[in-house]
């Protein structure tokens, strides 16, 4: 693909190309990295019901949530792989940038986090399990 600031790469834009680079990194994502794929799981349980028993928005907040919360653990474990890739020893500003990336995930985890346990608890209200 090419890069329009360095003019390097292969000339013309595919879009199919881009989705195609897209779900190769999501697949990758989800085979190699346990804490992505268990919250996509989470969300999915979460989701699917609310779709029936909750209204648009909120399967709509619960969708936002998720995808930031998973875009930001993607960031992050691909921040790790850069810093672990450059400098293979123990470096302190190397973990001071992992620590950052990971504060930044977590910010996340922590909002997706409430999103999920209101939801959860408005479908345990709407089932009359509570």
Not at 36 to 48: G, P
Not at 85 to 113: L, P, R
Request: charged share 15%; aromatic share 10%; glycine share 6%.
């Amino acid at each position: 693909m090419e890069n329009k600031f360095l003019g390097t790469g292969e000339e013309g834009y595919h879009p199919v190309r881009k989705i195609k680079v897209v779900f190769n990194g999501l697949r990758f994502a989800l085979l190699h990295d346990f804490s992505v794929l268990y919250k996509l799981i989470l969300s999915l349980m979460i989701v699917i019901p609310s779709f029936f028993l909750s209204s648009l928005m909120d399967v709509t907040i619960i969708i936002l949530a998720t995808g930031v919360m998973l875009a930001a653990e993607i960031f992050n474990t691909a921040i790790e792989a850069i810093c672990d890739f450059m400098i293979t020893d123990y470096n302190e500003k190397i973990g001071i940038i992992k620590d950052i990336a990971a504060a930044a995930t977590g910010i996340t985890i922590f909002v997706w986090v409430v999103i999920m346990a209101i939801e959860l608890h408005k479908l345990l209200k709407a089932v009359a399990l509570i």
